[in-house]
């Protein structure tokens, strides 16, 4: 059965650095994508990008390019997301969520998302 | 400003059948062929329902249906139940590799 177990709540301060890591069990890690996706308060799903645990490749949405960054360790079958430069907008649930054996087109399976919250 | 647009609410009775819109408003998905939607429950993580337009995961009911006309993919649920009251979310694959969701429509069962 597919697991993924995400690490607990954050808070952080303005213009710090969040690391949200996303541990994966009863599957193939390095077969299917993941993906990181977060949701503020009130708001709606909003696609951050994915990462191939194969290759380490990533695909990051626009609005995040350039203050997200996306790694795996396929050792410990564990996916991070690290996000930069954080401010108040940037409170949210962050979930990851593998992709099916369809490429990157869906996302089949979800952790059970991470609160970070940006307060000074 | 999402690529996808839903109605921000849709309501029903019990057994009856609705049917919740999802419009491209951009040529960034394509041939939009890679529909998917997902089901979010209040505080819960969303689940997949529907993928590739149609298609149904194992496990979801087939109360749950999907189709495409044009650039509107639409996601029916018939025999309306209280547990279907959630929070349902259009997504669709781009032709830069991207995924992208739509507004999200919130289903409530009078």
């Known amino acids: 059965q597919v697991h993924l177990v995400q690490s607990g709540a954050e808070v952080k301060k303005p213009g710090a650095s969040v690391k949200v890591s996303c541990k994966a069990s009863?599957?193939?890690?390095?077969?299917?994508?993941i993906h990181w996706v977060r949701q503020a308060p009130g708001q709606g799903l909003e696609w951050m990008g994915w990462?191939?645990?194969?290759?380490?490749?990533?695909n990051y949405a626009q609005n995040f390019q350039d203050w997200v960054t996306m790694t795996r360790d396929a050792s410990i079958s564990t996916a991070q997301m690290e996000l930069r430069s954080l401010r108040s907008n940037d409170t949210a649930m962050y979930y990851c969520?593998?992709?099916?054996?369809?490429?990157?087109?869906?996302?089949?399976?979800w952790g059970q998302g991470t609160l970070v919250t940006v307060s000074s | 400003q999402s690529a996808l647009t839903q109605p921000a609410s849709v309501s029903g009775s019990p057994g009856q059948s609705i049917t919740i819109s999802c419009t491209a408003t951009?040529?960034?998905?394509?041939?939009?062929?890679?529909v998917s939607w997902y089901q979010q429950h209040p505080g819960k993580a969303p689940k997949l329902m529907i993928y590739e337009v149609t298609n149904r995961p194992s496990g979801v009911s087939n109360r749950f249906s999907g189709s495409k006309t044009g650039d509107t993919a639409s996601l029916t649920i018939s025999g309306l139940q209280a547990d279907d009251e959630a929070d349902y979310y259009c997504?669709?694959?781009?032709?830069?590799?991207?995924?992208?969701f739509g507004t999200g429509t919130k289903v409530t069962v009078l």
């Open positions: 009863g599957y193939t890690f390095t077969g299917y994508y």
């Open positions: 990462i191939n645990p194969n290759s380490g490749g990533t």
């Open positions: 969520a593998k992709s099916s054996g369809r490429g990157v087109i869906d996302l089949e399976s």
């Open positions: 951009s040529s960034d998905v394509g041939d939009y062929n890679y």
């Open positions: 997504c669709s694959y781009t032709i830069s590799a991207t995924l992208v």
